[in-house]
């Protein structure tokens, strides 16, 4: 007799777990295959921005004192001291303390691995923003040089520009948000929530009995809540000479951090607990297969289902109820 087709593999839909398709199927459910693939999505992306697309030229006046600033040759902080703030001390410290603390290797891969989501995909957004709002620089003027008959009572464009490099002068048009805030707010910011996360200092823990509220199990020394803000200071800093070098105003520096502490925060909390978690310190467990460790840590869950053991989580209470 016939199998039924209802039995069947294809004809139950269990068909994707079998061959080539199955094989691809289980590997990126049971690996972080899905962020780097989209890591490289996003690095693609941000060179294409970097070197093939245009902004957007708003039209100026030369009557506008906004954009009449000079051009500061010599940067405070210029792109190479940005990176290097930025991009490789955060990542150079946390591997660092990884090692000195005998971190596991899933923490020092899901550090490295949140950290690197962050920067890129900060910096993408903030190129997709710039170029499509096309914001004059304060030191648009200097850069353009425009012609000596240029009306000074219109709004005029890029037409009237006499500067030939290339990148000096629409580079004038990418003044929102600020690239530098935005990108030092990710860096440092995620150093920030790294060190907070280590050294517990907002760290809480289950109250005493079954409907009492949460209480604070660590409380973080001054000394060590100012090492963990420390990083944040940096950033405001390098935001603030970006002012003081005339390319960007206190609006574009504003947008810019609070950007790029966003993106931070989003990507720190997909590998790790709220700071205010009692296992802060510990990161989600990988997928399934990523880590032979799995089995030793505590599965990715919401965070009010981190409150075990309070009082709080009622489908807790009823199987300590089943097990009495």
């Known amino acids: 007799m016939a199998p039924s087709r209802a039995n069947s593999p294809s004809s139950s839909g269990s068909g994707a777990d079998y061959g080539f398709l199955g094989s691809v199927s289980r590997f990126w459910h049971k690996s972080y295959a899905a962020d780097y693939i989209g890591f490289a999505l996003l690095f693609t992306g941000y060179m ?63 550090a490295v691995l949140g950290f690197a989501i962050a920067m890129i995909l900060t910096s993408f957004l903030t190129d997709v923003i710039k170029n499509m709002v096309g914001r004059p620089r304060p030191d648009l003027l200097a850069r353009c040089l425009a012609l000596p008959n240029t009306p000074r009572d219109i709004l005029v464009s890029i037409e009237v520009c006499t500067e030939t490099d290339h990148h000096r002068l629409h580079d004038g048009w990418r003044s929102f948000p600020s690239g530098h805030s935005s990108f030092s707010f990710a ?25 009492e509220h949460t209480e604070k199990l660590v409380r973080g020394d001054l000394v060590r809540a100012l090492l963990c803000g420390a990083p944040l200071l940096g950033a405001t800093m390098i935001a603030i000479s970006r002012c003081q070098d005339y390319r960007h105003d206190v609006y574009d520096v504003c947008i810019g951090a609070l950007l790029g502490w966003t993106v931070t925060y989003w990507s720190y909390r ?39 053991g309070s009082g709080q989580n009622v489908g807790f209470e009823l199987q300590r109820i089943n097990r009495t």
């Open 48 to 110: 294409v921005l970097q070197f093939f697309v245009e902004p957007f030229h708003r039209m100026f006046s030369l009557n506008d004192l906004r954009i009449s600033f000079p051009h500061v040759e010599v940067e405070r902080v210029p792109l190479s001291l940005d990176f290097v703030y930025a991009l490789f001390i955060p990542m150079i410290f946390m591997i660092v303390y990884n090692f000195a603390t005998g971190a596991s290797p899933h923490k020092h891969h899901v």
């Open 187 to 211: 860096g440092l910011g995620y150093l920030s929530l790294f060190l907070a996360g280590k050294m517990r200092i907002f760290a809480h823990g289950p109250g005493a009995g079954i409907g």
């Open 270 to 308: 997909r590998y790790w607990p709220r700071l205010s978690s009692s296992r802060c310190d510990e990161p989600y467990a990988g997928p399934p297969g990523a880590d032979d460790m799995n089995a030793t840590r505590y599965a990715r869950v919401r965070d009010e289902e981190e409150r075990i």
